[in-house]
């Protein structure tokens, strides 16, 4: 049963940049697809960013396109979301998470992952 332990979030200036790492133990984590979502203080979590289980393949939110860059690395069992040009609105607490079944592209769909970390705050000033 793989588990995930996001780390890297913290306070920053609009404009600035922060990574996120999601650490992966106690499963076959290369065999997952990966994502990372958000939610915002009185909001509904939302869908961030997915890489496949082998990486190929990455999507990410309108909202984060061109600023935002999910990436793995399966010898280490981690997952990344390295943010640039961070905004107050990018302000959430950030979770990893890993899909459902194996060999996975890397879903939108939050319903597709049932598996979770306990989150990282990312604030970011104006």
């Known amino acids: 049963q793989v588990q995930l332990v996001e780390s890297g979030g913290g306070l920053v200036q609009a404009g600035g940049s922060l990574r996120l790492s999601c650490a992966a133990s106690g499963g076959t984590f290369s065999f997952y697809g990966m994502a990372w979502f958000r939610q915002a203080p009185g909001e509904e979590r939302e869908f961030v960013a997915a890489?496949?289980?082998?990486?190929?393949?990455?999507y990410t939110a309108d909202s984060v396109k061109g600023r935002f860059t999910i990436s793995r690395d399966n010898a280490k069992n981690l997952v990344f979301l390295q943010m640039n040009n961070l905004k107050p609105e990018d302000t959430a607490v950030y979770y990893c998470?890993?899909?459902?079944?194996?060999?996975?592209?890397?879903?939108?769909?939050?319903?597709?992952?049932?598996?979770w970390g306990q989150g990282t705050q990312v604030t970011v000033s104006s």
């Open positions: 890489i496949s289980w082998n990486g190929g393949h990455t």
């Open positions: 998470a890993a899909e459902r079944a194996y060999y996975g592209l890397g879903s939108q769909r939050e319903g597709s992952y049932d598996r």
